[in-house]
């Protein structure tokens, strides 16, 4: 199973309460204050999560080649491609001649 740990923090005495996902029940999600608690999210879950994608890689051979030819597409040391947001997904992929969908 799949599952996180949410954040949440209080605007009114700046408590912090942490949760498991399935834990959450959206009907009482309040501070020992009384406030409504808010959930905190990170910039990186906020959509797309940073992907290192083999299938659009080189050999670990090729690597300083592709960099050479392609440098706008980013690209860890032992060949896969990181993919940051959708729109970079489509991006590389036409780039690289494969359909994104």
Known sequence: MR????????PKC???????MW???????TCECGAPLRRSVPPSKQGFTPI??????????QVAE???????????DDGRV???????????CKKLGFDPK
């Open 3 to 10: 599952g996180g740990i949410y954040t949440y923090h209080c």
């Open 66 to 76: 592709h960099r050479r030819v392609h440098p706008d597409i980013p690209m860890t």
């Open 52 to 61: 290192l994608c083999e299938a659009l890689g080189v050999h670990p051979s």
């Open 82 to 92: 990181v993919i940051r947001s959708y729109r970079e997904n489509v991006r590389i």
């Open 14 to 20: 700046g408590a912090c309460d942490q949760r498991f």
């Open 23 to 29: 834990d959450v029940d959206a009907d009482k999600q």
